[in-house]
């Protein structure tokens, strides 16, 4: 026989809560409550948003096996490891800077330029919340850039000093090693190209000039807090 707790459990109006993140909040700010560091919360947060998505709405894709890995293998993702790099060893401020900078630059100037679009995003729609999608996918695009540069602005020496060729090299090096180890490997065996502006549908001269876009913004990651310095001596 059902139970009363079973009709509250899975009802369609608790399953949309919880499969878009609408319980994280609430989650994340019980547990500051109890003490908890409210940056690394934060950052926690963060990282459970895509988590709890794909690992919720994973039961709707058919033609991939992985859906549910895919919140570790955007670009976007490895932001969080650069959030807790940061949070952790303070002194790699400048790496996390850039990696956030171009994924924040990247992100809403493809948006702009190029229609970026999350490809195979058409499942479950009677399910999903689009203010609440938009909303993280905001927060996520835009909130950790802004940690990083008013941490820079609490450490004007560090920020004065420590963006140099080294920290442009580790920057690249972020970008390849997330296309080469992570990216290329997730294209190969799912299909999935995560982003419709690398997909093959387009010409390859476009990708080709969104790669050059992105590596126009992972240089400029490395030359703007330089560049605000110079102006402010």
């Known amino acids: 026989m059902e139970t009363l707790l079973d009709k509250y459990i899975y009802n369609k109006t608790n399953s949309m809560f919880v499969m878009n993140g609408?319980?994280?909040p609430f989650l994340a700010l019980f547990a500051v409550a109890l003490g908890g560091d409210p940056l690394f919360i934060f950052f926690l947060f963060m990282k459970l948003?895509?988590?709890n998505y794909y690992n919720c709405f994973?039961?709707?894709?058919?033609d991939n096996d992985y859906f549910y890995l895919k919140h570790m293998v955007r670009l976007t993702d490895s932001g969080h490891v650069a959030s807790m790099l940061f949070y952790f060893y303070p002194e790699y401020l400048p790496i996390a800077h850039n990696v956030h900078f171009i994924i924040t630059f990247s992100y809403w100037g493809c948006k702009v330029l190029f229609n970026l679009e999350e490809e195979n995003d058409d499942y479950a729609e009677e399910y999903k919340i689009s203010w609440i999608d938009t909303y993280y996918a905001f927060l996520n695009h835009t909130a950790p850039y802004v940690i990083m540069c008013y941490s820079l602005y609490l450490n004007p020496e560090l920020a004065c000093s420590a963006f140099d060729d080294s920290t442009l090299?580790?920057?690249?090096?972020?970008l390849y090693t997330w296309f080469v180890a992570i990216y290329v490997p997730w294209v190969y065996f799912t299909g999935d190209y995560l982003y419709s502006v690398l997909n093959p549908l387009h010409s390859w001269y476009f990708r080709i000039f969104v790669v050059a876009f992105?590596?126009?913004v992972a240089y400029t990651s490395n030359q703007v807090v330089p560049g605000i310095c110079s102006i402010m001596q």
């Open 214 to 216: 992105v590596h126009m």
């Open 22 to 24: 609408m319980h994280l």
């Open 169 to 174: 090299y580790y920057t690249l090096m972020w």
């Open 49 to 51: 948003v895509p988590y």
């Open 58 to 62: 994973h039961h709707f894709v058919d």
